[in-house]
């Protein structure tokens, strides 16, 4: 009967081991945290694939648990003002100082946009909303949280008309009368998917012949910027990495553009690229813009261009893949010399790593004043990490990197 105890502990211990433990680099910090973390993603990520195969739920719905069980509502303090709004449709959540200076002097104002790969992700979640109340308080800015539609429900280009409908709004001279922001001192921002749709938003703002206000700044922290080649050495790096494993990014991008499962097979093989597309792949080919450094040991192939019956023009939005409004680096350098400085964060421990660092090489060959900040350490999320492990905290880690938040939205 012992021995029977002994066993089943065994296997119990086993099967935790399998869960939780997970390699994980040296250089990050707490990795143990990281663990527990994304072995609640990865058994998320199965019982999501086990319900839809079934034909219980969809991926994405299973997967919104995350945003549900984070998600607060946010209310007001003695130092911010928190209010729920409406601009021109669109949901947001306005955060600005309780008190108006008493010199008079405007405000700078972030507009800023979540992370959750166009699919999860909300302005009311716990992280974002200790996020815009830090914002609000260390720069004495008004921030405007934008609750764009979400993919599978909605597909691109739903958020980017969202977020670009808010900012319209925002630049409004009315508006900015009415929540005392100064017009020369508005930036947008945002993480992972939400990075993609600030740099989007800023490229089009530029277009607009009848847009007065412009940016003053764009942050984009550890963004996704291109659709076309999903093997750069970061997506090969770090294909297994947590929070963001590169199956993982590709579902979100395959389901950002339609829910027809023969284009994400497409897009997982990296086979999606038509000859639409292909023609823009010099914008994203890394052996051009990637520093040595980065590019290691990895040989550049590029992607295929698939024609025939196989094509993605029979089996998907083969279009879409070629818009910059879905990747901001497929845009030409003309296009990109009149942006508002950027400042781009990108963390070792990422996929998207590339996506970064092409687009501030790209930026600079432009002439676009860049401030990058590259973390050796770092990993995709850690943002939200930040904030759940005590955001105001005054521990010496904590404090770093909060003043490195500040830096980066102190740019507008």
Same mark, same amino acid.
């Given at each position: 009967? *012992?021995?029977?105890?002994?066993?089943?502990?065994?296997?119990?211990?086993?099967?935790?081991?399998?869960?939780?433990?997970?390699?994980?680099?040296?250089?990050?910090?707490? *990795?143990?945290?990281?663990?527990?973390?994304?072995?609640? =993603?990865? +058994?998320?990520?199965?019982?999501?694939?086990?319900?839809?195969?079934?034909?219980?739920?969809?991926?994405?719905?299973?997967?919104?648990?995350?945003?549900?069980?984070?998600?607060?509502?946010?209310?007001?303090?003695?130092?911010?003002?928190?209010?729920?709004?409406? =601009?021109?449709?669109?949901?947001?959540?306005?955060?600005?100082?309780?008190?108006?200076?008493?010199?008079?002097?405007?405000?700078?104002?972030?507009?800023?946009?979540?992370?959750?790969?166009?699919?999860?992700?909300?302005?009311?979640?716990?992280?974002?909303?200790?996020?815009?109340?830090?914002?609000?308080?260390?720069?004495?800015?008004?921030?405007?949280s934008v609750e764009y539609r979400l993919a599978p429900a909605y597909h691109f280009p739903a958020q980017f008309e969202d977020v670009y409908r808010?900012?319209?709004?925002?630049?409004?001279?009315?508006?900015?009368?009415?929540?005392? %922001?100064?017009?020369? *001192?508005?930036?947008?921002?945002?993480?992972?998917?939400?990075?993609?749709?600030?740099?989007?938003?800023?490229?089009?703002?530029?277009?607009?012949?009848?847009? !007065?206000?412009?940016?003053?700044?764009?942050?984009?922290?550890?963004?996704?910027?291109?659709?076309?080649?999903?093997?750069?050495?970061?997506?090969?790096?770090?294909?297994?990495?947590?929070?963001?494993?590169?199956?993982?990014?590709?579902?979100?991008?395959?389901?950002?553009?339609?829910?027809?499962?023969?284009?994400?097979?497409?897009?997982?093989?990296?086979? !999606?690229?038509? !000859?639409?597309?292909?023609?823009?792949?010099?914008?994203?080919?890394?052996?051009?813009?990637?520093?040595?450094?980065?590019?290691?040991?990895?040989?550049?192939?590029?992607?295929?261009?698939?024609?025939?019956?196989?094509?993605?023009?029979? %089996?998907?939005?083969?279009?879409?893949?070629?818009?910059?409004?879905?990747?901001?680096?497929?845009?030409?350098?003309?296009?990109?010399?009149?942006?508002?400085?950027?400042?781009?964060?990108?963390?070792?421990?990422?996929?998207?790593?590339?996506?970064?660092?092409?687009y501030v090489t790209r930026l600079r060959n432009a002439g676009v004043d860049v401030t990058h900040e590259h973390y050796p350490g770092g990993f995709?999320?850690?943002?939200?990490? %930040?904030?759940?492990?005590? =955001?105001? +905290?005054?521990?010496?880690?904590?404090?770093? *990197?909060?003043?490195?938040?500040?830096?980066?939205?102190?740019?507008?």
């Open positions: 009967m *012992r021995s029977k105890g002994v066993l089943v502990f065994v296997l119990l211990g086993a099967l935790t081991v399998y869960y939780v433990y997970s390699p994980i680099p040296n250089n990050i910090e707490e *990795r143990w945290k990281l663990m527990l973390a994304d072995s609640f =993603f990865r +058994s998320l990520s199965q019982l999501a694939e086990l319900s839809e195969r079934m034909g219980l739920l969809h991926y994405m719905k299973v997967m919104m648990f995350i945003t549900i069980a984070e998600r607060v509502v946010p209310v007001s303090d003695e130092r911010v003002q928190v209010s729920d709004e409406n =601009f021109d449709g669109v949901e947001v959540i306005v955060y600005q100082p309780t008190q108006q200076q008493e010199t008079g002097e405007l405000r700078r104002a972030i507009i800023y946009l979540h992370g959750g790969g166009w699919c999860l992700g909300s302005s009311r979640m716990g992280p974002y909303d200790l996020l815009a109340k830090h914002m609000v308080t260390e720069l004495n800015a008004v921030i405007v808010v900012l319209k709004y925002v630049l409004r001279v009315d508006v900015l009368k009415g929540y005392h %922001i100064n017009p020369e *001192r508005i930036a947008v921002s945002g993480d992972s998917a939400g990075g993609n749709l600030a740099a989007a938003v800023a490229q089009q703002l530029q277009k607009d012949p009848e847009q !007065h206000v412009q940016l003053k700044a764009q942050a984009l922290i550890y963004p996704v910027l291109q659709a076309l080649d999903l093997n750069t050495p970061s997506y090969q790096q770090n294909q297994h990495m947590p929070i963001l494993p590169r199956t993982l990014m590709v579902r979100f991008w395959s389901e950002y553009f339609t829910s027809n499962k023969s284009f994400l097979r497409a897009m997982m093989a990296n086979r !999606h690229n038509s !000859h639409e597309s292909a023609a823009l792949l010099k914008f994203v080919n890394w052996s051009s813009y990637l520093p040595e450094l980065y590019r290691q040991a990895y040989n550049y192939s590029a992607p295929p261009v698939v024609t025939g019956k196989s094509s993605v023009r029979s %089996i998907g939005p083969h279009h879409l893949l070629a818009d910059p409004r879905a990747s901001p680096l497929l845009v030409p350098d003309t296009a990109l010399r009149l942006l508002p400085k950027a400042y781009v964060l990108t963390c070792e421990y990422d996929v998207l790593r590339d996506d970064g660092l092409m995709h999320g850690a943002l939200m990490f %930040i904030t759940m492990n005590n =955001f105001f +905290s005054t521990n010496e880690n904590n404090s770093k *990197r909060n003043q490195n938040i500040k830096r980066c939205m102190s740019h507008a």
